[in-house]
């Protein structure tokens, strides 16, 4: 199995990118980097260990992975870690923790929304399927309560023009039409 999961693909995020070819190339690029982890099925383990870099083993990645590992040419884990260690209080608090764990805050979804959103990259949600282009990141809410992280593809449902989503919500990484299936909560698109 390939290691590699979306906490990589947001890592891809950090080049700096400014003209509109490089936007498009690293969009491109994550969206690949996403798509090559399909049919990978983690395992949950229930502690996590500790990982040097952001590329994470598929076998013990979160859900929230599919964003992170999509991205081989950044460290997300480590970008997470210093804005946390930095400014801590403004991350959830979801979790008891008294300061960062760079062993899984680069996993889990509230924190990378928050670190997308101090990095300047939210943009407005909408129900507008033309709003989502490929590389952007979208945050919903799914029934219970539980936070879930996708990719927009460079793929379009034949029937309604919609953009499949790459993630992994717990069936390994798969492209698929649930844009719409749930609760929006967030949408980020780290190349501009």
Request: contains cysteine; proline residues 6%.
């Given at each position: 199995?390939?290691?590699?999961?979306?906490?990589?693909?947001?890592?891809?995020l950090i080049f700096g990118v400014s003209q509109v070819?490089?936007?498009?190339?690293?969009?491109?690029?994550?969206?690949?980097?996403?798509?090559?982890?399909?049919?990978?099925?983690?395992?949950?383990?229930?502690?996590?260990?500790?990982?040097?870099?952001?590329?994470?083993?598929?076998?013990?990645?979160?859900?929230?992975?599919?964003?992170?590992?999509?991205?081989?040419?950044?460290?997300?884990?480590?970008?997470?870690?210093?804005?946390?260690?930095?400014?801590?209080?403004?991350?959830?608090?979801?979790?008891?923790?008294?300061?960062?764990?760079?062993?899984?805050?680069?996993?889990?979804?509230?924190?990378?929304?928050?670190?997308?959103?101090?990095?300047?990259?939210?943009?407005?949600v909408s129900r507008r399927s033309g709003d989502y282009?490929?590389?952007?990141?979208?945050?919903?809410?799914?029934?219970?309560?539980?936070?879930?992280?996708?990719?927009?593809?460079?793929?379009?449902?034949?029937?309604?023009?919609?953009?499949?989503?790459?993630?992994?919500?717990?069936?390994?990484?798969?492209?698929?039409?649930?844009?719409?299936?749930?609760?929006?909560?967030?949408?980020?698109?780290?190349?501009?």
């Open positions: 199995m390939r290691g590699t999961h979306l906490t990589i693909l947001l890592s891809l070819a490089k936007a498009q190339d690293g969009a491109e690029k994550l969206v690949d980097a996403a798509r090559s982890d399909r049919g990978n099925l983690p395992r949950y383990a229930p502690s996590p260990s500790l990982v040097a870099t952001s590329r994470c083993h598929a076998a013990s990645a979160a859900m929230s992975s599919s964003v992170p590992s999509a991205n081989k040419a950044l460290d997300l884990q480590l970008m997470v870690h210093d804005d946390m260690a930095a400014h801590f209080s403004a991350y959830p608090a979801n979790w008891g923790l008294k300061h960062p764990d760079p062993n899984i805050d680069h996993r889990r979804v509230l924190n990378l929304a928050t670190w997308l959103k101090r990095q300047g990259k939210a943009i407005a282009v490929a590389g952007d990141i979208v945050t919903w809410r799914l029934p219970g309560g539980q936070p879930h992280i996708g990719i927009v593809s460079d793929r379009r449902d034949a029937q309604t023009g919609t953009p499949l989503i790459i993630h992994n919500i717990g069936r390994g990484t798969q492209e698929e039409k649930i844009l719409f299936a749930y609760d929006i909560t967030g949408h980020f698109r780290y190349f501009r």
